[in-house]
């Protein structure tokens, strides 16, 4: 049993919990995830490792509450367990010192850009960070990211925080004023990763995306995270989760999260709680 | 033997082969001439005592038959339900000859249930030799060689990727041929052993293999078994509805999706499935699709009836349930309508040909027979590969050209103290076979450890 030591909620779709898990702490590296289980019935739920330290062997996970089992976890308290917890999956981003890199991360997506911003910083490099949402209330971490960027801009679609507009208008901004940056990495919704990924082919500028299919194990064995990545097929758990974003199947990725829309609406109104 | 009627039993995942009671047990088990030299055994991959076990049950001491097949085998409530009996000790009764075999399967399958029904068995945990052997994986390899380690001793334990242990008979095989509560119950036998299970613990990613070693185990088994699944690469593949077969059942039986929403993993099964392959996997997905809903299942195989490699009972099973055969076929493509659901696939025709190096005859595709079949859900049921977690992250470690492990008949592979078997090493084959491995690593293993400086 996984325990959750703290919880916290950073709006009101978006939560974090530190959880207890040693031996995955021990072994965390930016860019991997776990798989969760938060009880006996429930799905396996993949979700990025947000922050992993060694010495207290805890597991930060952020997560939006999108449909019935991420509402689940999100109703849990500090001091209950979560049933399983399995990590840490996928390959590790590649970090070097490519020298001045931007890291794009919408929505939900901080979460996941953080530890890679974080370890591209500790690299030596120069981090210049977008974030951004679609209103101020679920926009999280800003502090955190400014801890570790040289650069942070922050957008938002209603223009509550920060410049209005999204992130992609800032990116777009960016390379077209400075043309040294060696690498982009973007996370957050499809619709985002795709559209920064056309604005960074443009310019010419490799761009690293971390794809979040619907899985199951998380080991390779199943093949549900399927990903067309240079019109080849790909496991998203083990072959990635982060690709090159200009080869990347967007059509495919968008058609395949809709997979179970409809049994998702059956969970939700038959598993309602109160 | 009693099975559930096929009408009733497509709508439920309860267990299909009913079983024998005690007076058609010990009827059947009256049948068994009690050759001289028995000639059943040399089918048995792992040489169960067969005619012994038999006599034991005509005298109706249960227990003792059941401690002769342990002695051999540790599992029967298992193989006693999946091996395919009739290619081995049934195969060579002398009785097949004339008319039907001695039911050797359903006779041990009888006993173990009996056990496991009336019976709590007591386990002697042996005096510790202060050994420490990793296993990796918790499939049928895995845990037969925890079993006998235990046994002899030594301190075992198993690192499982999942949440529960087991391997395929867990994930892949369904609950309606084997139920699950059987597997439970053998594995929690197991650790009263004293045999310790870490569950979650993805080997590889967590610890590596060697990384095992260092942190003080003498010896590591992998049995990791045939966890990749593999795809056709045809045009249209990654639509939605189609699954591998490792997903499509690992979602029914392990995630218990028969059971959405009161689980929250949900399955999509269309009116119209179509599983592309012919082995074990691809009837049980069949099958499994008609339980969830499915109007039509067909099985879509590139060779005829005669090659089929799955099961006599499984196929026939499948069959009386309404799972369709179309062979003689196969997918060249499938088709997807606007939102990217499959709709229908082109399949070709084929014929058979010289037999090959697996010695069937081999199939040719028919030019120009391409048509159309209209089809909702696919099913990949066309084999699986070695998961590549482990040996890529295990250096020195000998592969073939399939990516399996390459180890001697006792399990030894390139690397000291590092043994293998299952499906790792021989490529997908059977519960029995696995079984077998693991027994003779654990012994190998025993002989292995006796020969290092014990600290
Ligand atoms: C490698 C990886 C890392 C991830 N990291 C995070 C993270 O750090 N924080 C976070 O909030 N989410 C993350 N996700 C997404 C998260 O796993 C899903 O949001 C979650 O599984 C949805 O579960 P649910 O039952 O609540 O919703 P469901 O009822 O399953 O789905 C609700 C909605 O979410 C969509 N959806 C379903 N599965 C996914 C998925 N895997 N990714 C995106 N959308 C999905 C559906 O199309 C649907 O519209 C990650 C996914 C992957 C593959
Ligand atoms: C659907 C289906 C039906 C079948 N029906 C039959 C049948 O009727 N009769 C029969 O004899 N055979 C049948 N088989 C074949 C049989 O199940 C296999 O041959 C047998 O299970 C192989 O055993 P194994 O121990 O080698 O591997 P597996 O059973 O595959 O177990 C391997 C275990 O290792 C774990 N693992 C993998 N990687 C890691 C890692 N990195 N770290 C930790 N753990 C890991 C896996 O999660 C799994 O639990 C069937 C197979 C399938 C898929
Ligand atoms: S060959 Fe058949 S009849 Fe002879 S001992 Fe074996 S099971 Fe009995
Ligand atoms: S989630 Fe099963 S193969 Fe990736």
Redesign the pocket.
């Known amino acids: 049993m996984y325990k959750i030591i703290k919880k916290q909620i950073l709006s009101s779709s978006?939560k974090l919990m530190e959880i207890e898990a040693p031996k995955v702490a021990a072994k965390a590296k930016a860019g991997q995830?776990i798989i969760v289980r938060a009880n006996e019935t429930g799905?396996r739920?993949?979700?990025?490792i947000?922050d992993s330290n060694k010495n207290t062997g805890i597991i930060t996970?952020?997560?939006?509450?999108?449909?019935?089992?991420?509402?689940e976890l999100g109703r849990m308290e500090v001091g209950q367990s979560v049933t399983d917890f399995v990590g840490p999956l996928?390959k590790p981003s590649e970090i070097e010192n490519y020298g001045e890199i931007i890291c794009v991360g919408g929505g939900?997506g901080i979460?996941?850009i953080y530890p890679i911003a974080k370890a591209l910083k500790n690299a030596g490099n120069k981090v210049i960070s977008i974030i951004g949402a679609r209103t101020k209330e679920l926009l999280f971490w800003d502090d955190q990211m400014r801890q570790i960027s040289d650069e942070l801009y922050i957008a938002t679609d209603d223009g509550s925080y920060g410049q209005q507009g999204f992130v992609t208008d800032i990116l777009k901004n960016f390379l077209e004023q400075r043309k040294q940056i060696a690498k982009v990495w973007a996370i957050g919704p499809v619709v985002m990763m795709r559209a920064a990924s056309n604005i960074t082919k443009a310019f010419h500028v490799p761009t690293i995306v971390?794809?979040?299919?619907?899985?199951v194990d998380g080991t390779g064995m199943c093949g549900a995270?399927r990903v067309a990545v240079n019109q080849e097929t790909k496991f998203?758990?083990v072959d990635g989760?982060e690709f090159d974003g200009h080869l990347v199947d967007w059509d495919l990725a968008e058609r395949r999260?809709?997979m179970?829309?409809e049994e998702?609406k059956v969970?939700?109104d038959k598993k309602l709680w109160r | 033997m009693p099975v559930q009627k096929a009408t009733e039993r497509v709508n439920n995942f309860g267990e299909v082969a009913l079983g024998y009671d005690e007076k058609m047990a010990v009827e059947e088990a009256n049948r068994c001439i009690q050759c001289k030299k028995p000639t059943c055994i040399k089918g048995c991959p792992v040489g169960v005592k067969i005619p012994e076990f038999i006599q034991l049950i005509k005298e109706k001491k249960v227990p003792e038959a059941v401690s002769k097949i342990k002695e051999k085998n540790s599992f029967p409530a298992i193989c006693g339900r999946v091996c395919p009996q009739e290619n081995q000790c049934e195969k060579y009764c002398v009785l097949a000859k004339k008319k039907a075999p001695v039911a050797i399967g359903r006779l041990e399958r009888f006993a173990a249930d009996y056990m496991l029904d009336n019976r709590e068995e007591s386990y002697e945990v042996p005096s510790d030799t202060g050994y420490k052997v990793a296993i990796v994986g918790a499939g049928p390899a895995g845990l037969t060689c925890a079993a006998d380690l235990a046994k002899l001793g030594h301190k075992v334990t198993i690192f499982e990727a999942l949440h529960v242990p087991g391997g395929v008979l867990m994930y892949g095989i369904p609950e309606f041929r084997l139920p699950k509560n059987i597997v439970k119950t053998e594995i929690e036998n197991l650790k009263k052993l004293g045999v310790e299970i870490e569950l979650n613990y993805v080997v590889g990613m967590l610890d590596t293999v060697d990384e095992l070693l260092e942190q003080g185990y003498n010896a590591v088994f992998i049995g990791t078994g045939a966890g990749l699944p593999y795809f056709m690469n045809i045009p249209g593949e990654n639509l939605n509805g189609v699954y591998s077969a490792n997903e499509f059942l690992t979602r029914t039986n392990l995630m218990k999706a028969y059971d959405f929403p009161n689980n929250?993993t949900p399955i999509k099964v269309g009116e119209k499935v179509a599983v592309i392959g012919a082995g074990n996997v691809a009837m049980d997905a069949a099958r499994t699709a008609l339980r969830l809903g499915a109007k039509e299942s067909y099985i879509v195989y590139r060779r005829s009836q005669e090659e089929i490699p799955a099961r006599h009972e499984e196929l026939e099973h499948a069959v009386e349930e309404g799972v369709q055969l179309k062979l003689l076929i196969s997918p060249t493509e499938i088709h997807g309508d606007k939102n990217g659901w499959v709709k229908g696939m082109t399949c070709i025709n084929y014929e058979l040909g010289e037999p090959d190096a697996s010695g069937r005859r081999k199939p040719i595709a028919i030019k120009g027979s391409e048509h159309y079949f209209s089809i909702d859900t696919v099913v990949m049921a066309i084999g699986q590969g070695p998961n590549p977690l482990v040996l890529k992250t295990t250096p020195g470690l000998e592969l073939n050209k399939y990516g399996n492990i390459v180890a001697n008949e006792n399990g030894q592979t390139s690397k000291q103290g590092v043994f293998a078997g299952g499906d790792i090493v021989t490529g997908a084959a059977t519960v029995i076979l696995a079984m077998g491995a693991g027994r003779k690593a654990a012994k190998a293993i025993d002989e292995y450890l006796k020969t290092i400086s014990n600290n």
């Open positions: 978006i995830f799905e739920i993949p979700l990025t947000a996970i952020i997560f939006q509450e999108v449909g019935y089992s991420t509402l996928g939900i979460a996941p971390s794809m979040n299919p619907i899985m995270c998203a758990c989760p999260l809709n179970f829309k998702e969970i939700l | 929250s």
